[in-house]
C-alpha cells in the first residue's frame, strides 16, 4: 500500500513539476528605442533572465509619451526602456512612475539618473544632434557641407533640408529645446523662423532625416549621430557632422509604471538596464552611455562627442515642453509629412 502511494506521488510530481519549471512572467515593455536594436536588447536580457519575457510597444518618443499620458488612469505598461529622460519627468509629475533605486545604480555618471532618492528614472545613453550631409548631391548641386546651425539658413539650401517634427520625435524636440536653451527663446525663434523657408518636410521620425540624406532623398538631414554611423557603415555618401555651435541632447531613460502587476520582475529588469553589461549593449550604437568608462569608439564617430554636447537642463525642457510644441506646430506644422 504505501509502495503504490508512493509511484501516485511520483506521478503527481512529474506532472506538476514541468507546469512549476516553465513559470515565466511577461512583461510589457514600451520604448522608442530604434527599431533596429529591438530583438538585441531583448535576446541579451532574457538570456540573463530566462523567467522573464519581453513584449515590446515600440513608436517614436512623441507618440509613446502621448500613448502613456493617455493610459494614465489605466496603465498598460510595466516597464518603459528607452524613451527619453524629458518624457519620463512628464510622466513623473503626473505621479505615473514608481521610484525605484537599482542596484549599482550609483556607478552612474550622475547627469543620467533622476534627482530624487529613490530616482524615478535611470538612463542609458545619450542621443546627440547631428546633421547628415549627402556629399554626392551635394557636390552635384555645388551646396557646401554646413559646418553650424546657423549655416542653415542660408537660402542656397531652400528646399533641401528635412527634420523631425518635435511634437512626434524626441529628436526633433531635443534639437528646438537645445536652440532655446543656448541661444535663448527669442533668438531660437527667430532661428526657427529662417530655417522653416529652407525646410522641405518635418518628418516623424528622428531618424529618418539621415536615412533620406543617406538615400539622397535630401542633401542635408537634422538627425542624430547613430543614425548617420548605420548609414555610413552601409556605405551611404555621408558626412556626419557636429554644429560648431553644440549640439542638444537627450538622454534614454529607464523607468516602472507605477501600480503594474509584476513589480519584482520589472524591477530585475530596471536592475539589469543600469548593468555594465547592459552599458555594453548600448555602446553597440551610441558612443555616450551613463556608465563611465564603458564607451568605446563607434565607427564613423568622432571620439569627443561628449565635448560636443550642450549643457542639458531636463527639468527645463519637460516643464516647457508642451507650450514650446504649442507654438512651433502654430508656425511651422504645414510643412509635416502625413502621419502613417
Known amino acids: 500500500m ?3 502511494v508512493f509511484f501516485m506521488l511520483a506521478g503527481a510530481m512529474s506532472v506538476a513539476l514541468p507546469v512549476i519549471a516553465s513559470a515565466q512572467t511577461e512583461l510589457t515593455v514600451y520604448t522608442a528605442v530604434e527599431a533596429v536594436d529591438l530583438d538585441r536588447y531583448k535576446a541579451t536580457f532574457e538570456k540573463a533572465h530566462p523567467d522573464i519575457t519581453i513584449n515590446w510597444v515600440r513608436d517614436s518618443t512623441g507618440v509613446m509619451t502621448a500613448k502613456l499620458l493617455a493610459e494614465k488612469d489605466n496603465p498598460q505598461a510595466d516597464v518603459v526602456w528607452g524613451l527619453a529622460a524629458t518624457s519620463l519627468l512628464l510622466l513623473k ?161 529607464t523607468a516602472i509604471i507605477a501600480g503594474t502587476a509584476n513589480l519584482e520582475a520589472a524591477k530585475t529588469l530596471v536592475d539589469w538596464s543600469v548593468t555594465k553589461e547592459a552599458n555594453e549593449m548600448y555602446n553597440a550604437g551610441y558612443a555616450v552611455v551613463a556608465y563611465p568608462g564603458v564607451a568605446k569608439p563607434v565607427e564613423h564617430l568622432p571620439t569627443d562627442i561628449a565635448s560636443k554636447m550642450i549643457d542639458n537642463d531636463f527639468e527645463w525642457a519637460a516643464n516647457n515642453r508642451a507650450s514650446i510644441l504649442k507654438e512651433w506646430q502654430k508656425r511651422y506644422d504645414a510643412k509635416s509629412e502625413p502621419k502613417s
Not at 544632434?129 to 548631391?137: G, I, K, R
Request: aromatic residues 10%; negative net charge; contains cysteine.
Open 2 to 4: 504505501n509502495r503504490h
Open 93 to 253: 509629475t503626473e505621479g505615473m512612475l514608481e521610484a525605484y533605486q537599482p542596484k549599482g545604480v550609483e556607478a552612474l555618471d550622475k547627469k543620467f539618473v533622476d534627482g530624487d532618492t529613490p530616482p524615478s528614472w535611470v538612463g542609458m545613453d545619450a542621443y546627440v544632434a547631428a546633421l547628415c550631409y549627402n556629399t554626392v548631391e551635394g557636390a552635384k548641386l555645388g551646396l557646401k557641407a554646413p559646418a553650424s546651425w546657423d549655416d542653415l539658413t542660408k537660402p542656397e539650401y531652400k528646399g533641401h533640408i528635412v527634420m523631425p517634427n518635435p511634437s512626434s520625435s524626441g529628436t526633433g524636440f531635443l534639437d528646438v529645446s537645445g536652440w532655446m536653451q543656448m541661444w535663448g527663446e527669442e533668438k531660437a525663434w527667430s532661428f526657427m523662423d529662417k530655417l522653416h523657408e529652407n525646410i522641405s518636410a518635418y518628418t516623424h521620425s528622428g531618424s529618418k532625416p539621415c536615412k533620406m540624406a543617406g538615400a539622397g532623398e535630401a542633401v542635408i538631414g537634422v538627425s542624430f549621430e547613430f543614425p548617420g554611423a548605420k548609414a555610413k557603415s552601409a556605405g551611404a555618401p555621408i558626412d556626419i557632422i557636429f554644429p560648431s555651435e553644440g549640439s542638444g541632447w537627450e538622454a534614454e531613460a
